[in-house]
């Protein structure tokens, strides 16, 4: 059996702002070209852990690893080599589609003619060429969608983190956006999503799910479906919510 490369490593990861507890003791592995859906409700823990796993929050104990780099010591190494998607798609209205494109593929360190070769072949996949020079504000927001997915993926990251990319658009763009998020994953680009859309978990080869901090469960769709004796991810979902100590 072929040994799977681990993208992300994490044991024993905590992360205490003062006496809160916000991460308390992850351990997980998570693989290359794999969709890893990372759940839970609001302030389960979530958003502080994407923090320290793409380099902008130091953990406070644990080892954890990010495409080979330390979350101590590596941090900008991290930052270099993921892509960032969030609920915001984080494009700027009043620029125009190729200045977005160039503007954050300078942020990822592209320059001269590996930017340009760069913008215009994002442009032609995306088949925007001919609307290069619109204003972002103009764009309807699947196209922005798939725009800023396609814009932190610029430098060929080895992993994305999307940050509940779906939030707010319809369940036709949604589908569109999980047939990109498999293509990149079938070429190898590992993809690290958070959600609040049960349906969407389905979509993942392994789900998480955190309450107070914990990971409660982690497994298949279909392996947690089966622990759980429910007919949907939703129904697991709301077993493991209810234990949280504000439920």
Not at 46 to 73: C, D
Request: aromatic share 10%; glycine share 8%.
């Amino acid at each position: 059996m072929e040994k799977k490369e681990i993208i992300i490593e994490v044991e024993n990861l905590v992360k205490k702002f003062g006496q809160f507890v916000a991460n308390d003791n992850l351990t997980f592995k998570v693989f290359k070209g794999e969709i890893f859906g990372f759940l839970g409700a609001n302030g389960a823990g979530k958003t502080t852990a994407i923090r320290i796993l793409s380099g902008l929050l130091e953990p406070t104990s644990g080892k954890i690893s990010v495409a080979g780099y330390n979350a101590y010591s590596q941090r900008d190494l991290i930052k270099a080599n993921i892509g960032y998607m969030s609920q915001k798609f984080s494009l700027y209205d009043d620029l125009t589609v190729r200045e977005n494109i160039r503007f954050f593929g300078g942020i990822y360190g592209l320059y001269g003619k590996i930017l340009k070769a760069r913008i215009d072949e994002l442009l032609s996949d995306l088949k925007m060429t001919e609307f290069k020079d619109d204003l972002i504000s103009s764009l309807p927001l699947g196209w922005k969608q798939r725009l800023s997915f396609s814009i932190a993926m610029i430098h060929k990251p080895v992993i994305i983190f999307l940050d509940e990319p779906t939030g707010g658009v319809d369940p036709i763009t949604r589908r569109s956006f999980w047939e990109m998020i498999h293509s990149v994953a079938n070429q190898g680009t590992t993809v690290f999503v958070t959600t609040h859309y049960m349906d969407e978990a389905e979509y993942c080869d392994r789900v998480t799910i955190m309450v107070d901090g914990r990971i409660e469960a982690l497994d298949s769709p279909a392996n947690l479906k089966k622990t759980f004796n429910a007919n949907s991810m939703d129904e697991v979902f709301v077993m493991l919510a209810r234990k949280a100590k504000s439920a």
